[in-house]
């Protein structure tokens, strides 16, 4: 856990200044493996953390979110909010160039923008933009239709990339981006789908340029090949090392395992409008039996951190609570003040292979509640029909628990919070599938929504985590840390939180 | 003979409509559907997206009505797009796949049965001896081992151990560019782990029917006869018991050759080979129904296929046997 900290606090200048030492070294070929082929490279399609983190390479966004998750300038230099929070003016970056030569400017913003919402599933990541002013050659204005703070994060995020205008223009009708054409430090060079995608060095790139000549990004689904094809040097860098094989890898001479924390928080939701679920003194209960801490720290082996509110600590927005510490006694108590018979028997949905774990966890969270006389049958599902069963109106929900993950991936509470907790998001028309209400939370989420002032909106976020909290509508579990590994040889990678490995900066001895 | 090849194409042909019919109900009728994946985690995506997609893409309407979309634009050659790889379904499965597991497959029943003929015959000759021994107890590992933890182990001790071959994929990207030599030996070097997983079960199971098959035949009076008027050695096990023994193998190999079209799933999850089987299962999982009902109704003509030609190299390999 020691890592963590340090990892996501060295970034570029701890970095760099290592790089002094021995100076970088130009050339060479990068080769980096991932789980899952991406879906697509165009940034109107993507959905997933490895489509993202290709893209990002090639394309690059207005703003960018630092590993240590600051926003900070990319393609927009500076921007500005109007005195009624109603207008976002942006400041574009000079004398920057697409990979195939056309200039980037504020009329090439407009158009992305523009195709963003006519995919409108897509340009609901920022809903709140009604008109795409170019003001002129450099600077771009959002017009948005009532104040919404959180679309600063949103433009950070990796999928809103911009690509060339020209490439846009001449896309056949239905058709998506294979090859993008962006801004970024890497071109695109080739895509073979289910094996890898290569990208290669931009020389005219208007920042910083790489060092490596390419960087391959190598599909490999199975963990266990990823781990050999890195300890058998076919591989740089891996993403997503089981958890119980860490050690090992960290103990091999010329490897070195990485932790990121991830925006991922992993929960159990009760059905909140059914019996006895309504009962708060019930959910608390189910809190106090879990042992938090021993799953982490047994079943992950350390590749998480306790919850202590619903979103992880790095989101802005984050409040820290008092967790619900492990206390079986307790939690017979507040069952039987609620009138919990024992041995009652409920249901736990869980899908299998998709989070760290996630059986595994189901589970000892079943032992942990026998301990407390309740008798919680598992039923897993294939994860398509998991989805489509969590995607149930609330009078058709017969669920009693299940396990789910949320990646808060735009890094403010926003994204974690309103969709989950709201009570306008109510399954099947959004993410809250536990069916959760409170007025008070959804006045608090709606107003952080609209205030600019950041401090304002912390305050806010506090003040309804509180709330949710004490209301239980979850066993609050873990969120995640990724846990990648890559060789010595490779200096100047970034993990970043967003489950991307960056190699923009990277170098090989 | 023709008319009996006649009539099995034709019959072909309503047993590949009733397979393709019952794939799609199986497929259609599975819980979920394409857009679950997409309104999941994306918080802007509201119902009325969620609607307009499914009408969209026309999946508010009942299965056999999809299916009857679908099989009057594939009897046109059209089988859709991949919904996740944005391209041709068709393009997908053989441009991109089935090159991939031609390779992997056909290699490893090459190799299988090369082998398993001799070590067969050569069992079935020395009865008894160490060599039989030997081979029927590495048969029984063969046989018993599963493919992927074989495929673990060889990866184990070939590539982390030794460090003489690569643990997985299809070449090292970029070597192309080194010239043919290098790229060939690059391919070849990549595929001996995994045909030595895949032909494993293969290897074994041949070998133990060849070796039954050729004692069976070896005892016979004719091979007696052929030893008595004095053939050579050499010429009585290859003209007259191999001929006679090979007949249950041929069928045995004709019947595998639809498994060399359809990949095999773990090992090529093992070794990070794209081919055939994984194209399925990840279609499959991911409701990308458009793959999975190129690649199966493919994978379906060749079983049809290959039982119709072992039914025909029989006729071939034993003239007493007709078919008018």
């Excluded at chain 1, 109603?86 to 000079?94: D, E, G, I, P, V």
């Excluded at chain 1, 980037?104 to 609901?124: C, D, M, P, Q, T």
């Excluded at chain 2, 895949?198 to 074994?204: G, V, W, Y």
Aim: hydrophobic share 50%; charged share 20%; net charge neutral.
């Amino acid at each position: 856990m020691k890592r963590i900290g340090l990892w996501v606090l060295c970034g570029l200048l701890g970095l760099s200044a290592m790089g002094l030492a021995q100076g970088p070294r130009m050339g060479g070929e990068l080769i980096i493996a991932f789980g899952t082929d991406p879906e697509s490279l165009d940034p109107n399609k993507i959905t997933s953390a490895p489509a993202g983190m290709v893209l990002t390479h090639i394309a690059e966004t207005l703003l960018t979110m630092t590993e240590d998750l600051e926003i900070a300038p990319l393609l927009a230099e500076s921007w500005e909010f109007s005195e009624d929070s109603l207008a976002l003016t942006l400041y574009l970056r000079k004398g920057v160039k697409f990979h195939d030569g056309t200039p980037f400017n504020a009329e090439a913003v407009k158009v992305n923008l523009e195709r963003f919402r006519r995919a409108s599933y897509r340009f609901l990541l920022y809903p709140r933009v009604q008109r795409i002013e170019v003001v002129d050659e450099y600077t771009v204005r959002l017009h948005l239709d009532m104040p919404f703070a959180p679309i600063i994060s949103h433009l950070s995020h990796n999928f809103v990339a911009m690509v060339s205008p020209k490439q846009i223009a001449e896309l056949p009708e239905g058709q998506d981006i294979v090859a993008p054409i962006g801004t970024g430090p890497f071109k695109f060079d080739k895509w073979v789908r289910g094996e890898y995608v290569r990208i290669v060095r931009n020389d005219e790139y208007w920042g910083p340029k790489p060092y490596v000549d390419a960087v391959v990004f190598r599909v490999v689904p199975s963990d266990a090949t990823r781990l050999v094809l890195l300890e058998t040097g076919q591989v740089h860098a891996i993403m997503r090392v089981p958890p119980l094989d860490a050690p090992r890898v960290a103990a091999t001479p010329g490897l070195e395992v990485v932790k990121v924390p991830s925006v991922r928080t992993i929960y159990i939701a009760f059905n909140y409008q059914k019996a006895p679920w309504t009962d708060r003194r019930v959910r608390q209960a189910l809190n106090y039996a879990v042992d938090k801490e021993a799953i982490v720290k047994e079943i992950l082996g350390g590749a998480g951190g306790v919850s202590d509110a619903p979103i992880m600590p790095l989101i802005f927005g984050y409040s820290p609570q008092k967790p619900y510490e492990y206390d079986p006694e307790k939690a017979k108590k507040l069952l039987a003040e609620a009138g919990i018979p024992k041995g009652f028997k409920v249901t736990l949905y869980h899908p299998t292979g998709r989070y760290m774990m996630d059986a595994a966890i189901a589970e000892a969270v079943q032992a942990y509640l026998r301990n407390v006389g309740i008798e919680a049958e598992l039923i897993t599902m294939e994860w398509a029909a998991y989805l489509s069963f969590l995607f149930k109106p609330v009078h058709e929900a017969t669920f009693d628990m299940f396990l789910l993950g949320w990646g808060t991936v735009t890094l403010d509470a926003d994204y974690g919070l309103f969709s989950l907790f709201h009570t306008s998001q109510w399954a099947p028309a959004g993410q809250n599938r536990f069916f959760y209400s409170n007025p008070a939370v959804d006045a608090l989420l709606e107003k952080a929504r609209v205030t600019p002032d950041p401090e304002a909106r912390k305050d806010l976020y506090a003040e309804a985590i509180k709330l949710i909290w004490q209301d239980a509508p979850w066993i609050f579990l873990h969120y995640e840390v990724q846990i990648n590994a890559q060789s010595t040889k490779v200096k100047g990678l970034i993990h970043h939180p967003r489950e991307y490995i960056l190699a923009h900066r990277a170098w090989l001895e | 003979m023709l008319a009996f090849l006649m009539r099995r194409l034709l019959l072909a042909i309503p047993t590949l409509f009733l397979i393709s019919v019952v794939v799609y109900a199986l497929l259609a009728l599975k819980p979920g559907d394409p857009i679950d994946e997409l309104r999941f985690g994306n918080p802007g995506f509201t119902h009325a997206d969620y609607e307009r997609l499914i009408k969209l893409y026309g999946l508010d309407k009942p299965w056999y009505i999809r299916y009857w979309y679908w099989l009057s634009r594939a009897v046109r050659g059209d089988f859709g797009p991949s919904r996740r790889y944005g391209m041709p379904a068709a393009e997908f499965v053989f441009r991109q796949r089935m090159p991939n597991t031609l390779l992997l497959s056909g290699l490893s029943l090459l190799v299988a049965f090369a082998v398993a003929v001799p070590a067969g015959v050569w069992c079935a000759l020395r009865r008894h001896s160490f060599v039989d021994y030997a081979v029927t107890t590495l048969n029984f590992v063969g046989i018993s081992v599963p493919v992927f933890w074989l495929g673990i182990l060889l990866i184990y001790v070939f590539s982390v151990r030794l460090g003489w071959l690569p643990a997985g994929s299809l070449g090292t990207p970029g070597v192309a560019e080194q010239g043919l030599g290098a790229y060939v030996v690059d391919r070849l070097r990549h595929l001996v782990l995994p045909v030595l997983a895949l032909s494993s079960i293969q290897m074994a199971t041949w070998t133990r029917f060849m070796r039954s098959s050729m004692l069976e035949v070896i005892h016979d009076e004719y091979i007696r006869t052929a030893r008595a008027k004095g053939l050579p050695e050499r010429a009585v096990v290859l003209k007259h018991a191999l001929r006679n023994a090979i007949l249950p193998i041929i069928t045995l190999v004709a019947l595998a050759i639809p498994g060399v079209f359809s990949g095999a799933v773990l090992t090529e999850t093992v070794f990070n080979w794209p081919g055939m089987g994984r194209a399925i299962y990840d279609a499959i999982l991911a409701n990308d129904f458009n793959v999975a009902m190129v690649a199966l109704m493919f994978i379906s003509l060749w079983i049809i296929l290959c039982n119709i030609l072992a039914d025909v190299a029989y006729a071939l390999a034993d003239p007493r046997i007709r078919y008018d």
